[in-house]
Every structure is written in C-alpha cells, then in structure tokens.
C-alpha cells in the first residue's frame, strides 16, 4: 500500500498507543511466571503478535479480551515447529535465551528484514554458559537445545545490541549457578535494559547491576505472576509530538512523563530545539511556535529517535548534526541511509559518515519516499509530507509491526491522507 499526503493543518490531542517494547517484556515475563497474569493495555501490532504466537507453540496460553489479555505461563513444552518470530527482533532474541529452559529443540525463524539483524553476539554468549545453541552465522535461523539451565559467567558486547544482555537478564532466574554477564563494550539503549529490569521487578525478580550498567548478576529466584499494567509508548508518541513543533497546538495523553524509556529523551530535544513543552503526570504538549535551534544532539542513547529527529532538523533554518547513530545502520533498514536518501528526495542537504548526519535545514519538498518496509521512516516522513506536500510512502502498511492505527489517527487530526493499493 502507498499513501499521498498533501499540505494540511494539523492539531489537536491522541491517545499515545501502549508500549510495544513493555508489552512484549511483559508477555516474557508472564510466560516465565507459573500461573495466570494479567496485561492490561497491551498494544496489538505486528511484533506483539509474534511474541504470543511464539510463546503459544511453546506451551504458553494467551487469552486475549479487548484491552486485557490474561496469560498461563511457566509450563513449557518443545514446540512442534519452528518459532517464526516475524519481524520482531525482541521476540527473536529474547525466545532464543528462554530456548535455554524449554525442554527439547527449538528453532526460531525470522522474517525477511530481521534474518539480516545479527544474533551471535548472544548465541556465543549462551555457549559460554553451557547452552547448545547455534546461529547462521551472524544471523537467524537460530537452534537451542534446552532442558537445564546451569548459568556462570559470561560476556556480551554493549554496543551492538541492548536487547542481548536483557535476553540473558530474563532467563537468568532460572540459572541453577546464578547468573552473570560482563559487558566488554560499554552499554548503548541503556534505558531498553533498565525497562527490562523494571519489567522483571513488576513480577518478583531482582537484578544486581553495577552503577556503569557493565555488570549484571541475578540470583536463582521464581517470577510471579501479577497484574502488569502497559504505558503508552514514546516512540510513537514522539510523531505527534514532532506535529507539534512543526505546527502547533498538540497533545499527546497516555505517557507516562517519568518512564525509563529511551525515548522521552525528546522532551529534552524538543525543548534544546526551543519549542514549548508543557508535561503533566500523564501528558505532554507541544508548541513549536517562534523561532526553532537547529539540533546538535547524540542519539546512541534513544536511536529510535533518528528518523524523528531528522525530519525536524529538515525544517529548522541552520546546520544540525545528529550523532550516535551507527547502530540505526542494523534496524528494519539501513535507517541512516534511508533517511538521507528520504530526505535528499525532499531537497535537503544532508551529508553522512558512519556514526553521524549533517543536515542543512531548508524549505522541503514534496516526493516519493521509499519506507524501506520500515515503520519509523514511513511514519517520520509522513509528518515531513504534511509539511511539504505532495509526498507519497510507499510501503506505507509497514507502520502495523508497531502502530496499526497511526494512518487513522493522523486522518483524525485533520491530515490530508490518501489510501492506494500498490
């Protein structure tokens, strides 16, 4: 599918959708948990979906009612197929460390974008403690035989991906040893380990860690099953929150101000860039009116942020340099070059280097703009054509592996969005 957007006028106040990335740690955590628990405002999308159809042919029941779904864990079986996880990275990684204590052979499967994400910084991280476990090369299919899980010591690199250690943080309860796992790089997305901690928290476990976030350790301890309510998601908050700098007047409700997600980084962002930012308890609202800073910010903390950032540097009169970004290189799509070569069509000067953008900001204009299958460029550029006009994403149904809803909702706050079959 591919949307047109046109030139239109923006405002009003949404609904933040729940977390994906808290939505999936708690499934995770659900199914570790022997007995029944409860989500509550879970977000339905593509990647979810992976997560409770991955955990189901493992043994684990998933009974979903609107915005509760009650999930029986901790009885799991060997799964008579393979594990296809989609798309989704997290679901990928985190079934391939629970591999270790499902009885039997497990094979996981991915998707076309994610079997080019590397895996066997943790599978190597899994052998040293014991597990038999193996990649395709760098990437999935992955097979774990599991059964018992003796724990130790072992390492990881941090900065490659932050999903690893809390792979390894997840299963690490079940260590008949404990649990240990040394960082031999330092740890980028720190915020993405500490919501799988406090996740973990939520149903019992306790992780140890060092103050640098290069050491971790946990203890042989049981999840219990809870009632785990999901926050709204700043990632996909952060659009509707670039709307507002962009044209005025928005809210967005449902977030939680003083969440560990990375990305409530962008308040600090957006407020840098000098656009007005009012947040409560549960809501933020944004106005970009009056003169805008162009940006000079490292993103290795929030990388998710890029495509965000990018499109509002576009606007924004002067020189921005957006830094941190290799890792954006290993998402859905090459997401630094999907963002030059986006923002290169709607004639902006933009110049890259490996771990950073130079973007010149300027009058944009309309223009065709591959997603790249990727839902953060389709969503970032759409804000970008509302701006400019004239602009079509194509790929555009790629936004459901996060926010199935985002093309209605941005239709509802007065956006010119057309709908056409590819």
Not at 38 to 60: F, Q, Y
Not at 153 to 169: F, K, N
Not at 309 to 315: D, G, I, S
Request: proline residues 5%.
């Amino acid at each position: 599918m591919r949307v047109s957007i046109e030139k239109s006028r923006v405002r009003g106040r949404i609904i933040a959708p729940p977390s994906k990335s808290y939505t999936i740690r708690g499934l995770m955590c659900a199914a570790l948990a022997k007995g029944e628990s409860e989500l509550v405002h879970p977000l339905a999308s593509d990647d979810t979906e992976a997560a409770v159809e991955v955990l189901g042919k493992a043994g684990v029941g998933c009974q979903r009612s609107g915005d509760l779904w009650k999930v029986t864990g901790g009885e799991f079986h060997q799964p008579e197929d393979d594990l296809f996880c989609r798309d989704s990275a997290a679901t990928l990684r985190f079934m391939t460390a629970i591999g270790a204590i499902i009885p039997g052979s497990t094979r996981l499967t991915a998707g076309p974008s994610l079997a080019r994400r590397p895996v066997r910084p943790l599978v190597e991280a899994l052998r040293r403690l014991g597990v038999d476990c193996s990649s395709q090369g760098d990437t999935p299919p992955v097979t774990v035989s599991g059964g018992r899980f003796r724990g130790g010591t072992t390492e990881l690199p941090g900065d490659v991906s932050s999903q690893y250690v809390s792979a390894l943080l997840l299963v690490g309860p079940f260590a008949e040893d404990g649990l240990t796992v040394r960082l031999t790089t330092p740890l980028e997305s720190r915020p993405y380990v500490l919501m799988t901690i406090e996740c973990q928290n939520s149903f019992g476990i306790r992780v140890e860690r060092s103050p640098a976030l290069d050491r971790f350790s946990v203890s042989r301890q049981e999840y219990q099953p809870t009632r785990y309510e999901v926050e709204g998601d700043w990632s996909s908050a952060s659009y509707f929150l670039a709307i507002g700098v962009l044209f005025g007047g928005m809210e967005v409700a449902h977030l939680n101000t003083e969440s560990v997600q990375a990305d409530r980084a962008l308040l600090d962002l957006l407020k840098e860039m000098g656009a007005k930012v009012e947040a409560d308890r549960d809501s933020v609202k944004v106005n970009g009116s009056g003169g805008l800073r162009p940006l000079q910010v490292d993103l290795s903390g929030c990388i998710d942020l890029l495509p965000t950032a990018a499109v509002l540097a576009a606007v924004v009169e002067g020189t921005s340099e957006l830094s941190g970004i290799a890792r954006a290189r290993l998402k859905e799509s090459d997401r630094v070059a999907a963002v030059k070569e986006g923002l290169e069509k709607m004639g902006i000067e933009v110049s890259e280097s490996r771990d950073s953008l130079t973007i010149v900001g300027a009058r944009p204009t309309g223009a065709v703009i591959d997603s790249h299958d990727d839902h953060r460029i389709a969503m970032a550029f759409s804000i970008l054509g509302l701006y400019a006009g004239n602009t079509v994403i194509t790929g555009a149904e790629c936004v459901n592996k996060t926010f199935p809803g985002f093309w209605d909702i941005l239709r509802s706050i007065g956006g010119a969005v057309t709908f056409h079959e590819q």
